[in-house]
């Protein structure tokens, strides 16, 4: 199990070398905000949980990209 206590790059990091449970940290983490993101843009609470939840799963494709930015910057949720 990853620890919570870890930085969101070095979930990535983890990600990369193979360790699933390092994406679900970084979900739980952030299922919040995306979830509320997504309800913005769509404007339905239960179209938005759908989404929501289809990004729930570890991606197929390695993030050999990952530049070690985060997606909000601090002080930025992406909730009002």
Do not use: W
Request: charged share 25%; proline share 6%; glycine share 8%.
């Amino acid at each position: 199990m990853v620890s919570d206590g870890i930085s969101d790059a070095e979930c990535v990091r983890r990600l990369q070398r193979g360790e699933t449970d390092a994406f679900e940290t970084l979900v739980r983490r952030h299922e919040k905000t995306i979830f509320n993101l997504v309800y913005r843009m769509l404007g339905d609470y239960d179209e938005a949980a759908e989404v929501s939840k289809k990004y729930s799963c570890p991606p197929s494709a390695p993030l050999v990209n990952f530049a070690g930015m985060p997606i909000f910057p601090h002080g930025s949720t992406g909730s009002r």
